[in-house]
T-cell receptor
Framework: AQSVTQLDSQVPVFEEAPVELRCNYS??????LFWYVQYPNQGLQLLLK??????LVESINGFEAEFNKSQTSFHLRKPSVHISDTAEYFC????????????FGKGTRLSVIA | DAGVIQSPRHEVTEMGQEVTLRCKPI?????LFWYRQTMMRGLELLIY????????DSGMPEDRFSAKMPNASFSNLKIQPSEPRDSAVYFC??????????????FGPGTRLTVL
């Protein structure tokens, strides 16, 4: 079985500061990795994903995540956050891309302070 | 495309009543998932379908929960009778088949259920 641990439940950060949201996973087989973002009272939106290839993946709004197989991690980073990045971020794994159930971490609430 | 559509967005009911949550997946998507989000347990899979057939319902809490997908455009999740511990946000998600680029699940806005 797979499991995901998000080490921080809440992360407050000042605007324009860098941020890292940590994610570690456990699995006996290869998995695919995802970060989803949930804005207040909305559904989950895919932020970025790692399926194969380059271990560094980027989103269109400046976030990036690096897959580290030896450390079983997929940490999310952004060099300079904006107020609009305030949301809850979920790390997830699945066995096969998008067609098998996602196993989610408990989420990290990012609060950007002006 | 309008995305995954869920209704109602909010539901408040009394313990013992039947509750029906509805989902319309994105057109052309072959997979449909139901997840539940609670403060205590986070996001968990309840059940998922492929081509309208249930594949894994091991996450359905108990016999009070049932889900069907009568056609490719609609699924419902029923709780009968409802209990206060069923209060949660229920999400529906859909994805394409692997050969069609199905590497992403797209989520609906969710239904917030409150059972009094």
């Amino acid at each position: 079985a797979q499991s995901v641990t998000q080490l921080d439940s809440q992360v407050p950060v000042f605007e324009e500061a860098p941020v890292e949201l940590r994610c570690n996973y456990s699995s006996s087989v290869s998995v695919y990795l995802f970060w989803y973002v949930q804005y207040p009272n909305q559904g989950l939106q895919l932020l970025l994903k790692y399926l194969s290839g380059s271990t560094l993946v980027e989103s269109i709004n400046g976030f990036e995540a690096e897959f580290n197989k030896s450390q079983t991690s997929f940490h999310l980073r952004k060099p300079s956050v904006h107020i609009s990045d305030t949301a809850e971020y979920f790390c997830a794994v699945s066995l096969y891309s998008g067609n098998t159930p996602l196993v989610f971490g408990k989420g990290t609430r990012l609060s950007v302070i002006a | 495309d309008a995305g995954v559509i869920q209704s109602p967005r909010h539901e408040v009911t009394e313990m013992g009543q039947e509750v029906t949550l509805r989902c319309k997946p994105i057109s052309g998507h072959d997979y449909l998932f139901w997840y539940r989000q609670t403060m205590m347990r986070g996001l968990e899979l309840l059940i998922y379908f492929n081509n309208n057939v249930p594949i894994d319902d091991s996450g359905m809490p108990e016999d009070r929960f049932s889900a069907k997908m009568p056609n490719a455009s609609f699924s419902n999740l029923k709780i009968q009778p409802s209990e206060p511990r069923d209060s949660a946000v229920y999400f529906c998600a859909s994805s394409q088949a692997p050969g069609a680029g199905g590497d992403t699940q797209y989520f609906g806005p969710g239904t917030r259920l409150t059972v009094l």
